[in-house]
């Protein structure tokens, strides 16, 4: 069955930097477009950052441009997402979401259980 498990997230100051890995399993990694998405208490899930199934394309939310990096190692089938300069709005729990079968610019159906990033003075 598919599997995401997300890892990296913590506290962190202001200014500061952290990288978010999720590992997967039980579907072709290569063959599916992926995401992060972030949620804060009382809104909605939001979508930061997607990548085409081959790494060759990606988007992201406006307020991240310029600060978060989103990547992929097709060799351990890890997704990545590399955030800099972090601010106190970026405290969320970031979830990632895998779409099988998919190439690009599709919400997939499967979820990990997210990892919680706080970004506090």
């Known amino acids: 069955q598919v599997q995401l498990v997300e890892s990296g997230g913590g506290l962190v100051r202001p200014g500061g930097s952290l990288k978010l890995s999720c590992a997967t399993s039980?579907?072709?990694?290569?063959?599916?477009?992926m995401s992060w998405y972030r949620q804060s208490p009382g809104q909605e899930r939001e979508l930061v950052a997607h990548?085409?199934?081959?790494?060759?394309?990606?988007n992201y939310a406006d307020s991240v441009k310029g600060r978060f990096a989103i990547s992929r190692d097709h060799v351990k089938d890890i997704l990545y997402l590399q955030m800099n300069s972090l601010k106190v709005d970026d405290t969320a729990v970031y979830y990632c979401?895998?779409?099988?079968?998919?190439?690009?610019?599709?919400?997939?159906?499967?979820w990990g259980q997210g990892t919680q990033v706080t970004v506090s003075s």
């Open positions: 979401n895998a779409a099988p079968g998919y190439v690009f610019n599709v919400k997939g159906a499967y």
């Open positions: 990548v085409s199934s081959a790494g060759d394309a990606s």
């Open positions: 039980g579907f072709t990694f290569g063959s599916a477009a």
